[in-house]
């Protein structure tokens, strides 16, 4: 059964970091681009960061650039996401997803895990 699963959300404090993890069951990840999205209550879901098969990064939302960094271990079929001097408005449900082409377009991926939660409040 192919399927992706995140992990390393929870609570955090204004400033604080989060390293979030998706991995890969069921196939491998190394000929697929990883997404990671995310959606706040009331939000549309958004695109965050985007890696290669080969590991080239995307961060699309001005917001995240320089502060989210996305990273592949293709022998541990993983891809993280670090997010450091976390801010309340990060506060959202965390995706990670499977596709060919990195896209904002969530359409453009086959494979989505279940999210996890990020909160960042004191």
């Known amino acids: 059964q192919l399927q992706l699963v995140e992990s390393g959300g929870g609570l955090v404090q204004p400033g604080g970091s989060l390293r979030l993890s998706c991995k890969a069951s069921?196939?491998?990840?190394?000929?697929?681009?990883i997404g990671w999205f995310r959606q706040a209550p009331g939000k549309e879901r958004e695109g965050v960061s985007c890696?290669?098969?080969?590991?080239?990064?995307?961060n699309y939302p001005d917001s995240v650039k320089g502060r989210f960094t996305i990273s592949r271990d293709n022998a541990k079929n993983t891809v993280y996401l670090q997010m450091n001097s976390l801010k309340p408005e990060d506060t959202a449900i965390y995706y990670c997803?499977?596709?060919?082409?990195?896209?904002?377009?969530?359409?453009?991926?086959?494979?989505w895990g279940q999210g996890t939660q990020v909160t960042v409040s004191s």
């Open positions: 997803a499977a596709g060919r082409i990195c896209s904002r377009s969530t359409w453009r991926y086959d494979y």
């Open positions: 069921g196939f491998t990840l190394d000929y697929n681009v």
């Open positions: 890696i290669s098969s080969s590991g080239g990064a995307i």
